[in-house]
């Protein structure tokens, strides 16, 4: 591939950044428009892996939401465009994300019922997967000069 401005990504890593948008895109509407209710819920009713690790803060919550919902928009311009340095930057950002808010979670499962810390464990397993993935797949497919 000719090292370009123009340079395209493949279908599947337009797919990984579309997922990766999607959960971005979740979190981030919950959090910045009823954060009580991200705070109490999150990810499912019962299973309120946010509010076991306390305090409630309104404000945080509501960051926490708008930077995810910033995170949607880079995404999603790299998913819908298919260009391959904006999607080196969202995969980098995106990861810079993930792996500091997976260790911190895999280092503060005290106080979660056994099965609610598997399942977060396998989640934010399964997200730096995705970003892992994708990398990998953008750095294979990486312009070079002629």
């Known amino acids: 591939m000719e090292a370009s401005a123009g340079?395209?990504?493949?279908?599947v890593?337009?797919?990984g950044l579309?997922?990766?948008?999607?959960?971005?895109?979740?979190?981030?509407?919950?959090a910045s428009l009823v954060p009580t209710s991200f705070y109490r819920?999150?990810?499912l009713p019962g299973h309120p892996w946010v509010s076991l690790l306390p305090p409630y803060n309104e404000h945080l919550t509501r960051d926490v939401g708008e930077?995810?919902?910033?995170?949607?928009?880079?995404l999603t311009a790299a998913a819908v465009t298919g260009r391959w340095l904006?999607?080196?930057?969202?995969v980098g950002a995106a990861a810079v994300y993930a792996v500091p808010h997976a260790v911190?979670?895999?280092?503060?499962?005290?106080g979660f019922p056994t099965p609610d810390a598997v399942?977060?464990?396998v989640g934010i397993v399964l997200q730096l997967v995705v970003v892992a993935v994708v990398g990998w797949l953008l750095w294979r497919d990486r312009p070079r000069s002629a």
Not at 7 to 11: D, M, V
């Open 7 to 11: 340079a395209r990504t493949t279908s």
């Open 13 to 15: 890593v337009r797919a």
């Open 18 to 30: 579309g997922i990766l948008a999607l959960l971005q895109g979740i979190v981030g509407v919950w």
């Open 41 to 43: 819920s999150f990810p």
């Open 67 to 74: 930077l995810s919902l910033a995170l949607t928009v880079v």
């Open 86 to 90: 904006l999607s080196a930057v969202a």
């Open 104 to 110: 911190f979670h895999f280092l503060h499962l005290e």
């Open 119 to 121: 399942a977060q464990s």
